[in-house]
C-alpha cells in the first residue's frame, strides 16, 4: 500500500479551509510579512529586523506583529484545494478610532475595510496582503465572519475598489481637488451641510468626449438614494429660479433647504443647489488648469444612473484626490 506523501497530508489539511468564507476574521498571529530591501527600509519594523540581525544588503521578509487576520479570497475559491490551488490572500486585522473604521465602511478610506461583525472599531489593512499557504489557517479561531449576504457583498467590493481604483490625470485631479475637499472636510461634521455630505452614497465622473482627449468636459455625477432624492412625479420640473436664489444664498442655506424639504420637487431643488455652491471652486479653477475644458456636476439618484452610464463614469477616489494639492 502506497504511504501518502508529505504533500498529500498538507493537501488534506489544507482542505480545512473550505468551511471559511471571505471576511471571515482569524485568530493567525504573525501570518503578515512584507518584503523589504536591507540597504533601504523604510518602515520600522524592518529597521529593528535589520539592527538586530546585522543585515546590511539584500532582500528580507519583515513579519507584522498583528494578531489576526481576514480571509479576502473569494469563498467559491477555498472550496477545492490541489496541488495548483493551495493559497490564499489575507490582510492584517487592526483596531482604529470609531470615526476611522466608519469612515472605512462609507468608503472614505480604500485602503481599509471595516469589519463590523467582529467590532465597529475593527478594519482590515488592505495595504498589507499577505499570500499564505492554506494550511496557515486550518485550525485557527475564528473571530467573527459576515453575517449578512449584504456585509459579504459590501466586503468585496471594498476590497475590488481598492484593487481597481482609476488613475485621473494630474490636471483633473487638481481641478476637482478643491470639490472634493469641501465633501471630505464636511463629512460627519455635526452641522447641515455636514449631514448633507453624509447622505451622499458615491460620486463619479463622465468626461466628454472621453477622459482621452486633451481638454475634456467634466461632469462629476454626485449619487444619493431614492429615499433622499425621489424621482420626480410626471410632468414636474425643477424650477431654476428656486435653484438660483438657494444658490445666492450659499452652501449652508441650500443644505437647510435640503433638510427642510418635504416634497420631491423641492427636496432635488435643494440638492441641486448644495452641489453647485460645493462644485463651484472647481468650476472657477477649470480654465486657469491646461488639460480640463470645463466642469459642471449633475444630481441623481441610483435608480437614474444606467449601468452604461456608470461604465464610463468610474467612481471617485475620495481619499486620494482630497490629499493632493489644487
Known amino acids: 500500500m ?9 493537501l488534506q489539511r489544507a482542505a480545512a479551509v473550505s468551511s471559511l468564507i471571505q471576511g471571515e476574521v482569524l485568530g493567525a498571529a504573525d ?7 536591507a540597504a533601504a527600509p523604510l518602515s520600522p519594523e524592518a529597521v529593528e529586523l535589520i539592527t538586530a540581525e546585522g543585515i546590511a544588503s539584500g532582500l528580507i521578509t519583515v513579519p507584522h506583529a498583528v494578531d489576526e487576520v481576514v480571509l479576502l479570497t473569494q469563498t467559491c475559491d477555498l472550496q477545492f484545494t490541489t496541488p495548483n490551488e493551495h493559497r490564499c490572500l489575507v490582510a492584517p486585522v487592526i483596531r482604529v478610532t470609531e470615526k476611522a473604521a466608519y469612515e472605512a465602511l462609507r468608503g472614505r478610506r480604500p485602503g481599509l475595510a471595516g469589519l463590523p461583525w467582529v467590532a465597529p472599531t475593527t478594519v482590515a489593512d488592505l495595504s498589507r496582503i499577505t499570500t499564505v499557504e492554506r494550511s496557515v489557517l486550518v485550525g ?11 456585509e459579504r457583498f459590501h466586503f468585496a467590493e471594498t476590497i475590488s475598489r481598492y484593487l481597481t481604483r482609476p488613475a485621473l490625470p494630474n490636471p483633473i485631479n487638481a481641478v476637482l481637488s478643491p470639490f472634493v475637499n469641501r465633501i471630505a472636510e464636511k463629512h460627519d461634521k455635526q452641522s447641515a451641510e455636514g449631514r448633507c455630505a453624509h447622505k451622499v452614497s458615491e460620486l463619479r465622473l463622465e468626461a466628454t468626449p472621453d477622459i482621452d482627449h486633451e481638454e475634456p468636459a467634466l461632469n462629476v455625477l454626485m449619487i444619493l438614494e431614492e429615499l433622499e432624492l425621489p424621482k420626480l412625479p410626471r410632468g414636474a420640473l425643477v424650477d431654476d429660479a428656486r435653484v438660483d436664489q438657494l444658490i445666492t444664498a450659499g452652501r449652508g442655506s441650500a443644505a437647510d433647504a435640503v433638510h427642510r424639504a418635504t416634497d420631491p420637487v423641492s427636496k432635488r431643488e435643494a440638492w441641486i443647489a448644495l452641489a453647485e455652491c460645493w462644485i463651484k471652486p472647481s468650476v472657477d479653477l477649470a480654465p486657469t488648469v491646461d488639460g480640463v475644458g ?32 489644487a
Open 140 to 150: 485557527v479561531v475564528s473571530r467573527g465572519r459576515p453575517r449578512t449576504p449584504s
Open 294 to 325: 470645463s466642469v459642471e456636476i449633475s444630481v441623481l439618484n441610483g435608480e437614474e444612473l444606467s449601468y452604461a452610464r456608470s461604465l464610463n463614469a468610474p467612481i471617485l477616489d475620495l481619499r486620494y484626490l482630497s490629499t493632493r494639492a
Open 31 to 37: 501570518a503578515c510579512v512584507v518584503i523589504a530591501d
Open 2 to 10: 502506497t504511504q501518502p506523501t508529505l504533500l498529500d497530508l498538507a
